[in-house]
Every structure is written in structure tokens, then in C-alpha cells.
């Protein structure tokens, strides 16, 4: 139950949920709210798809190219160290696109929502977790982190109205202090694995 607890909390806040509705509310503007529906379960689903391939196939890639799990340990938190900075600072890249123009699966899914650090921190998990029992469970804890986002995604409108501009931020910031504190754990880890091999 603690590791489930544990993966679900980072994936949840790695995922960035108030960022990722402030990106879509500001992405699907002009939609009207079927089409918005949509979007949302199109861009929830390549969330999943992304997150389950990295995760599931990732230590493949990482065989091949002998990369050992404490480099990308140390690599994985130092991107997702940027990333929260990025969000505390208010400064996290926004990407602007043409009306009319297809943005569920990217830029919004991929990189936006699922970006450098996500990826780099489900690698790690998928690489450090070798026991079958805990990679399903941790499997179940990232499933419920993604249908948490989707939950915002199909509720951002609401909950746009209710925090509104100055809130989303607000709680976007408070997203990055969290993230900076798994960043620095991750990369802490990383070092000490490494000093200990």
C-alpha cells in the first residue's frame, strides 16, 4: 500500500494537474463542449499510452544504449528540477497554435502534460522496480495518477471558473515546490547508489 501511495503522488504531481488544465483551458478556448470532451479523453489517452510505453519498455532502450539506472537517476531529476522551476517561476513554456489546429496528443499530451522530467522520472520507476508484484502495483498507482489528470481535463472549465487565472498559478507554484522536492530525491538517490556500486 505505501509503494502504491508513494508512485501515485509522484506520477499525480509530475503530471502537473493545474498546468495541465490551465494549458488545455487555454488550448481549447474556442471549443464548444462536446468538442472539448473530446479533446480530453484523446489527450488522457495518449497520457496513458505514453506513460505505460515508457514505463513498461524503457529499460529496453536503457540495455541497449548501457545507460545504468543511477546516471539517469541524476539526469531524470536535474529535467525535472527544471521543469518546477519553470513552474515556479511562473515561466513554463506555452505554445501558441493556429485556430483550427489538432493539439490533444501534441503539443498538449506530448510535450506539454508528458514532458522531459515525466518521462525521465516513469523511467527510473520502471528501471528500479523489478519485482513483478511491484511493478503491477506501481503500474495501478500510475493508471490512477493518469485518470486523476483526465478527471481535471474533463473538469477544467469548472475548475478554471472557480480558481480562476490568479489560482491557477498560484496552485501551478505550489505544484513546482512539490516537484523540486522529488527532484532533488531522485537525483539524492541516484548519487548514493552510485557511491555505493
Same mark, same amino acid.
Given at each position: 500500500?505505501a509503494?502504491?501511495? %508513494?508512485i501515485?503522488?509522484?506520477?499525480?504531481?509530475?503530471l502537473?494537474p493545474?498546468f495541465?488544465?490551465?494549458?488545455?483551458?487555454?488550448?481549447? %478556448?474556442a #471549443?464548444d463542449?462536446?468538442?472539448?470532451?473530446?479533446?480530453?479523453?484523446?489527450?488522457?489517452?495518449?497520457?496513458?499510452?505514453?506513460?505505460?510505453?515508457?514505463y513498461f519498455?524503457?529499460?529496453?532502450?536503457?540495455?541497449?544504449l548501457g545507460?545504468?539506472?543511477?546516471?539517469?537517476q541524476?539526469?531524470?531529476?536535474?529535467?525535472?528540477?527544471?521543469?518546477?522551476?519553470?513552474?515556479?517561476?511562473g515561466k513554463?513554456?506555452?505554445?501558441?497554435l493556429?485556430k483550427?489546429? %489538432?493539439?490533444?496528443?501534441?503539443?498538449?499530451a506530448?510535450p #506539454?502534460?508528458?514532458?522531459?522530467?515525466?518521462?525521465?522520472?516513469?523511467?527510473?520507476?520502471?528501471m528500479?522496480?523489478?519485482?513483478?508484484?511491484?511493478?503491477?502495483?506501481a503500474?495501478a498507482?500510475?493508471l490512477l495518477?493518469?485518470?486523476?489528470?483526465?478527471?481535471?481535463?474533463?473538469?477544467?472549465?469548472?475548475?478554471?471558473?472557480?480558481?480562476?487565472?490568479?489560482?491557477?498559478?498560484? #496552485? #501551478?507554484r505550489?505544484t513546482?515546490?512539490?516537484?523540486?522536492?522529488?527532484?532533488?530525491?531522485i537525483?539524492?538517490?541516484?548519487?548514493?547508489?552510485?557511491?555505493k556500486?
Amino acid at each position: 500500500m505505501a509503494l502504491f501511495i %508513494d508512485i501515485f503522488i509522484k506520477v499525480f504531481f509530475i503530471l502537473s494537474p493545474f498546468f495541465s488544465v490551465s494549458m488545455f483551458l487555454l488550448l481549447s %478556448d474556442a #471549443m464548444d463542449k462536446r468538442s472539448r470532451r473530446l479533446c480530453a479523453l484523446r489527450t488522457s489517452t495518449a497520457i496513458l499510452i505514453i506513460c505505460f510505453i515508457v514505463y513498461f519498455f524503457g529499460n529496453l532502450i536503457f540495455r541497449v544504449l548501457g545507460i545504468t539506472v543511477p546516471a539517469f537517476q541524476v539526469g531524470a531529476g536535474t529535467l525535472l528540477f527544471l521543469t518546477a522551476i519553470q513552474m515556479v517561476s511562473g515561466k513554463r513554456s506555452e505554445v501558441v497554435l493556429d485556430k483550427g489546429e %489538432d493539439f490533444a496528443v501534441v503539443p498538449l499530451a506530448i510535450p #506539454m502534460i508528458v514532458g522531459p522530467g515525466t518521462i525521465g522520472t516513469i523511467l527510473v520507476l520502471g528501471m528500479e522496480i523489478r519485482d513483478v508484484r511491484e511493478k503491477a502495483i506501481a503500474a495501478a498507482a500510475i493508471l490512477l495518477a493518469v485518470l486523476m489528470i483526465s478527471a481535471f481535463l474533463f473538469l477544467a472549465a469548472p475548475i478554471g471558473r472557480f480558481l480562476g487565472h490568479k489560482g491557477l498559478n498560484m #496552485m #501551478m507554484r505550489l505544484t513546482g515546490l512539490i516537484l523540486t522536492a522529488i527532484a532533488a530525491q531522485i537525483i539524492f538517490t541516484g548519487i548514493e547508489v552510485f557511491l555505493k556500486s
